[in-house]
């Protein structure tokens, strides 16, 4: 399996990919320059052909999910710095559902998805990454229940690696910084996590470590879940995609043409075509040189399907 550069040209620092079922198109977002972004991309080697359609967005995007209301899909939710919105179709008007908790001037929005159920979650990055100040928030508009963010989890500092297992069990969040993806039991109906542990650990990254140096693997970015359970995990700075098994095992390594990947997805009609965005925003020039498809969205085709996105219901 291979990569290949399924949609030119590149982001600054692309992110929330989704596959949206109804309308075959890629979607995502690029934080760096405020935009939404969709595309459909060539599903062929070589060069992405997918013409991309960008949406400017008045601050940061940190994540976006399809967004659907009774029982109609329509539009998005997206999570800008300050606070979570709904907008009806692309390019339409931006409704604030909730306004953010944070401090916006030092923390914003970061990775992001709806669960299974059709709530939306959404962590933050506390920006000066000092201290674990970042938490993980939820929004549950579902049956006009009126809007209002709820405290999920913290003792973060960059929020990341969202992802729920094919039971709906179980609860998986990483912090990029402290190189640790944590997992919950999590009762859906009830919206209770419990029982916290530490999923998989990885060392820190060695002091003095720059860009083109070995001994160092990565550090956990976004992430997605196949329909066996397999949770792949974009190693930013470490130029590669793991998959770990339930139990937390990694039983698959693929290098990416990028030394930043940072986050998969799942599309294509059959979902196995598995997309992974990367981001080449204050990157050396000898790194760029090195690997000039950061940036882009990448693909390649897998074996095991992934889960279908989730909606937000609202």
């Known amino acids: 399996m291979t990569w290949h550069i399924a949609v030119v040209p590149p982001s600054a620092l692309g992110e929330s990919p989704f596959w949206h079922p109804d309308e075959q198109q890629l979607y995502w977002i690029d934080i760096a320059e405020r935009q939404l972004c969709r595309a459909r991309p060539s599903q062929a080697q070589g060069q992405g052909q997918g013409e991309v359609e960008r949406w400017s967005m008045p601050s940061e995007p940190g994540c976006i999910a399809p967004a659907r209301s009774a029982g109609i899909n329509s539009g998005l939710v997206i999570a800008l710095r300050e606070g979570v919105y709904r907008a009806r179709q692309w390019g339409g008007a931006l409704e604030l559902l909730a306004p953010a908790l944070h401090d916006t001037a030092s923390t914003r929005f970061n990775d992001g998805k709806a669960d299974p159920l059709g709530r939306f979650w959404a962590g933050t990055i506390y920006e000066p990454r000092t201290a674990p100040l970042a938490q993980l928030f939820s929004l549950d508009c579902r049956d006009a229940r009126p809007p209002a963010l709820q405290r999920m989890a913290g003792n973060a500092t960059t929020a990341n690696g969202l992802a729920w297992s094919p039971d709906a069990r179980t609860l998986y969040w990483s912090d990029t910084p402290s190189h ?134 609202g």
């Not at 039991?185 to 070995?214: C, I, T």
């Not at 990028?258 to 998969?264: E, G, I, R, V």
């Open 180 to 313: 640790a993806i944590r997992a919950w039991d999590w009762d859906a109906e009830r919206n209770v996590l419990s029982r916290e542990r530490v999923f998989y650990q990885w060392p820190a990254k060695p002091a003095g470590w720059h860009s083109g140096m070995a001994g160092y693997g990565g550090r956990p970015d976004g992430a997605a879940v196949d329909a066996q359970g397999h949770y792949y995990v974009a190693m930013y700075e470490g130029g590669r995609l793991l998959r770990l098994s339930p139990a937390g095992q990694v039983t698959a390594e693929w290098a990416v043409p990028a030394s930043c990947p940072t986050m998969p997805c799942f599309g294509g009609a059959d979902l196995k075509t598995l997309y992974l965005t990367t981001a080449r925003q204050g990157r050396p020039a000898d790194e760029l040189q090195r690997w000039p498809a950061s940036g882009c969205v990448l693909a390649m085709r897998v074996d095991v399907p992934g889960l279908p996105v989730n909606f937000f219901e």
